[in-house]
């Protein structure tokens, strides 16, 4: 039997397929899309989703649970989220509490955007 594959650079994949393939298709499709296994797992784990609404409300409810050492791995592990870290800490200065929260939203905006771009 071959081994269930979903290529994160094909075009969009529908909700209803990436509700349908196995965890690990579907952990391989957002593996690219946010650094945090945390995110990554839970994404997985609470399908189905159903719709790209019900997928980005996910999405932004675990970015918001992310720990500390999940935002920064996210960001040690993606340029575009350490761009924005930087941003951030340039922003709010030396107040790791405002850096936190502003971190979560620029994360959650990052990969809304990467999961429109990837689900239909």
Do not use: K, Y
Not at 3 to 10: I, Q
Not at 32 to 53: E, F, N, Q, Y
Not at 81 to 102: E, F, I, P
Not at 104 to 116: N, S
Request: proline letters at 5%; one cysteine or more; aromatic letters at 2%.
């Amino acid at each position: 039997m071959s081994e269930e594959r979903v290529d994160p650079d094909d075009a969009r994949l529908d909700v209803a397929a990436f509700d349908a393939v196995s965890a690990p298709a579907a952990l391989e499709l957002v593996r690219p899309l946010c650094a945090s296994p945390a995110w990554m797992d839970a994404m997985v784990a609470r399908r189905p989703h159903g719709t790209i609404d019900r997928v980005l409300a996910t999405s932004d409810a675990v970015v918001a649970t992310l720990s500390a050492p999940q935002l920064s791995l996210a960001a040690a592990n993606d340029a575009q989220v350490a761009d924005a870290r930087s941003a951030v800490v340039a922003r709010v200065g030396d107040d790791r509490a405002a850096q936190q929260l502003a971190l979560r939203d620029e994360l959650a905006a990052i990969v809304r955007t990467r999961l429109q771009r990837t689900l239909a």
